[in-house]
């Protein structure tokens, strides 16, 4: 589920009422918002944590929408700020709190195999450290080059490789994988 921004939370004005600006920004936001959520989501596992994330993110892209929509990424630059976000997240929360791949509680008769196996590839996702997992959803589920994923974590492209091997070599393991895909998982 997406949630979808009502716009009277950011401004209190009809759409007729708006400055080019905020028209602009508002237009921004309408148009992001899903693809930026499930990025947030993806990073953090928590529909409500991914919410705060981008009101966060767009509130921050809003206070300097005017420099921001003239470098020519402004989304890039916002999802940029979601990563930022959720890696100070993960930083801050507890470190008594460990992901289980364990599914059998909440296993329920009926489901399809492939409900099941998205749960335990994303319980397994979730055990990777703070950049695997990052370097993985910008990589897999985002789409993003290695550059560009080296650009919004501010690391190098052969850090993004690294990270992208190691935790492909841990999902594998983690996933009973019996033998290594040649292509390295990368898509063809």
Same mark, same amino acid.
């Given at each position: 589920?997406? /949630?979808?921004?009502?716009?009277?939370?950011?401004?209190? @004005?009809?759409? =007729?009422?708006?400055?080019?600006?905020? %028209?602009? +920004?508002?237009? +921004?936001?309408?148009?992001?918002?899903?693809?930026?959520f499930r990025t947030a989501y993806l990073l953090t596992g928590d529909s409500h944590?991914?919410?705060?994330?981008?009101?966060?993110? +767009?509130?921050?892209?809003?206070?300097?929408?005017?420099?921001?929509?003239?470098?020519?990424?402004?989304?890039?630059? *916002?999802?940029?700020?979601? *990563?930022?976000?959720?890696?100070?997240?993960?930083?801050?929360?507890? &470190?008594?709190?460990?992901?289980?791949?364990?599914?059998?509680?909440?296993?329920?008769?009926?489901?399809?195999?492939?409900? *099941?196996?998205?749960?335990?590839?994303?319980? /397994?996702?979730?055990?990777?450290?703070?950049?695997?997992?990052?370097?993985?959803?910008?990589?897999?589920?985002?789409?993003?080059?290695?550059?560009?994923? /080296?650009? =919004?974590?501010?690391?190098? =492209? #052969? &850090?993004?490789? %690294?990270? /992208?091997?190691?935790? @492909?070599?841990?999902?594998?393991?983690?996933? #009973?994988?019996?033998?290594?895909?040649? =292509?390295?998982?990368?898509?063809?």
């Amino acid at each position: 589920m997406v /949630a979808q921004p009502a716009s009277t939370r950011w401004v209190r @004005r009809s759409r =007729t009422e708006l400055s080019g600006e905020d %028209s602009d +920004f508002d237009e +921004f936001m309408s148009a992001h918002w899903a693809s930026l959520f499930r990025t947030a989501y993806l990073l953090t596992g928590d529909s409500h944590l991914a919410e705060d994330l981008l009101q966060t993110a +767009f509130a921050k892209v809003y206070l300097s929408w005017s420099k921001i929509s003239t470098m020519g990424q402004p989304v890039a630059y *916002t999802r940029k700020i979601v *990563t930022n976000q959720a890696m100070s997240w993960w930083r801050r929360s507890s &470190s008594s709190e460990v992901p289980s791949l364990d599914i059998s509680g909440d296993h329920h008769a009926g489901h399809e195999d492939q409900v *099941t196996q998205a749960s335990v590839v994303w319980a /397994a996702l979730a055990t990777l450290p703070t950049k695997q997992r990052a370097v993985m959803v910008l990589r897999y589920y985002e789409d993003l080059s290695e550059a560009e994923i /080296a650009d =919004t974590l501010g690391i190098s =492209t #052969g &850090s993004v490789k %690294s990270h /992208a091997s190691a935790a @492909r070599t841990t999902l594998a393991q983690r996933l #009973g994988a019996l033998e290594h895909d040649p =292509t390295n998982g990368d898509p063809a």
